[in-house]
Structures are given as structure tokens and as C-alpha cells.
């Protein structure tokens, strides 16, 4: 009889990024001495690093805890669809649960989905990342390089049926370093993504299978994320180190002694979960699962 399985969908905060740092082998060790963001990590695995950083992940100890397949994405990141496309081309009846952890708010497309068929997403020129599109091409302009046709057409689409600025607005922003301000630009669009995520994916889940939604580790986004109530109510509240329950993340990370791997490993710049904080994020879902 096939075992049930349980999809986590989310980016590298869920794929346990940095884990391997926590291997007790004299290479591993003599790592956390050194820059090792994923540029640095990834040609340096092993078979063994790899087999740790699954099995130590909170996805693999939710999965082995509660004697389920594990599924994730089989690359490192990640947008806001991608974790949801991983989540639709794998539920099925076997599925115990969906756990989907929300990304950074700069990783939207325009109608959340790479395969919308829409003018601008399906353009031939690829689709796109709008906040990363403005911030791109304002930066390019700062820095007098000429814009490609590609992102002439998805700035000229976007001024015209998206009211948003040319891209020229933001070079006094980023002169200024008043990121939040460029930000703010793109919030309707995120609202907009969160109902698409909400009424074509998450409802549909829910009818047949558990979701257990948890906060982006981003501020600013997970900012966003409490205005939505519904979003809100599916957000599951994460055991601290101090023995208290947060939905907000980084409310959550603080009560640890080191909030990223970058402060346990200083050399290493590293700014993901410690192995510590996956043991207490897997302990909460399987709390949480079981209430």
C-alpha cells in the first residue's frame, strides 16, 4: 500500500538552504568559517549533504515524524506559483496535507501564474516579475544601459493598463534608498495575487485535503499577508524558543539565540533558518496537524 504524502511548497526557507553547514564532518565544519550563500554551497554537494539536508529540513522530519512521502521542489528558491504548481501536479488521493510557506512580495508575476495566457504574461517575451521588472529597469537607466525590447513592451503595458509609473519615478527612490516607497506601488497587484492564489488554488485544496499556510520570512510582505483575513485564518502559529506560539515570522525567529545561520556561522552570510528553528517549525506543524 503506498504511503500518504505530504507537498510543502515554498522557496529556499523550505528547502533548507544552509542546513549542510550543520554537518559534523571536518569539511562541513571548516565551512562555517567561510561565504557560503547557495552560489558558494551548491557546487560543493555531496551525496551526504544532500541526504542531511533532506532529512533535516522541517519538511523531512514533518515527513518522517508522521511516516509520509516527502515532496518539495527538487531546486533550490522559488517563486509565489511555483510552490503552488509543485502542489497541483502532485495532490492526489494520497495527499495527507499541503504545507505552503509564502516567498518574498518582489517574486509575484502580474496574475500570479508563469502561464497565464494573457498579453503581457504570455508575451514572446517571456513572462515577467513586475516589481523586479521596475526595479531592474529603473536601475538601468540610473546607470544610462539601454532597456530591451522586452522591457520597453511590459513597462509600456503596465503604464496603460496597470496605471503604474514609468519606471523614471523610481530613480529618485532609489537615490534616496525609499525602497518601501517603490514598493508600495505594487501592492494592488500583490492584493490581486493573493486573490487568485486564494479562490484558484487554496479553496480547491481545501476541498479535499488539510492546508496549512505559514508567514513569509520577509517583513514587508508578511505585512501584506494580515490584511487578508482570509489568508490570515489558514496562517498556523509556529512554537517559539521561548515556549510561545507566533503566526508572524518574524516575531517567531527572534525568540531563537541565532534568527538566521548568518549569526550562528558569522563568515558564512547565510540568511537562513537555523537547524534549531526547523526542528521547532516541524514540531509545530505535527502539533498542529494532530489538533
Known amino acids: 500500500m503506498e504511503n500518504s504524502s505530504i507537498i510543502f511548497g515554498g522557496d529556499s526557507f523550505t528547502w533548507g538552504e544552509g542546513l549542510e553547514l550543520y554537518l559534523d ?5 571548516n565551512e562555517r568559517y567561510n561565504l557560503n550563500g547557495w552560489i558558494e554551497l551548491e557546487p560543493k554537494q555531496t551525496l551526504e549533504s544532500v541526504k542531511f539536508r533532506e532529512s533535516n529540513r522541517f519538511a523531512g522530519i514533518v515527513s518522517n515524524k508522521l511516516n509520509c512521502n516527502q515532496i518539495t521542489l527538487d531546486y533550490n528558491g522559488g517563486g509565489f506559483d511555483e510552490p503552488a504548481l509543485l502542489i497541483d501536479k502532485n495532490l492526489n488521493k494520497s495527499t495527507k496535507s499541503i504545507v505552503y510557506q509564502f516567498t518574498t512580495f518582489n ?11 494573457c498579453e503581457f504574461c504570455n508575451s514572446k517575451y517571456d513572462n515577467v516579475r513586475v516589481y523586479d521588472l521596475y ?3 529603473a536601475l538601468k537607466k540610473l546607470n544610462n544601459i539601454e532597456l530591451t525590447d522586452g522591457e520597453h513592451f511590459h513597462l509600456n503595458w503596465l503604464m496603460k493598463n496597470k496605471n ?3 519606471s523614471n519615478l523610481f530613480l529618485n527612490t532609489i537615490h534616496t534608498n525609499k525602497v518601501k516607497e517603490l514598493m508600495d506601488i505594487f501592492i494592488p497587484i500583490f492584493e490581486e495575487n493573493l486573490d487568485i492564489f486564494i479562490n484558484d488554488y487554496l479553496n480547491r485544496w481545501l476541498e479535499t485535503t488539510p492546508v496549512y499556510l505559514i508567514d513569509s520570512w520577509d517583513d514587508y510582505t508578511s505585512e501584506l499577508l494580515f490584511r487578508n483575513p482570509t489568508i490570515e485564518k489558514y496562517l498556523i502559529p509556529l512554537k517559539g524558543y521561548d515556549g510561545k506560539y ?3 515570522w518574524k516575531e517567531w525567529e527572534t525568540t531563537f539565540p541565532y534568527s538566521r545561520i548568518q549569526y550562528e556561522f558569522l563568515n558564512t552570510e547565510n540568511g537562513h533558518p537555523t537547524l534549531l528553528q526547523h526542528q521547532y517549525i516541524a514540531d509545530s506543524i505535527i502539533e498542529y496537524m494532530k489538533n
Do not use: A, G
Open 246 to 248: 507566533y503566526k508572524k
Open 164 to 166: 503604474i509609473p514609468d
Open 135 to 137: 526595479l531592474e529597469t
Open 25 to 29: 564532518t571536518p569539511f562541513w565544519i
Open 107 to 117: 517574486r509575484i508575476n502580474l496574475h500570479f501564474s508563469r502561464f497565464c495566457k
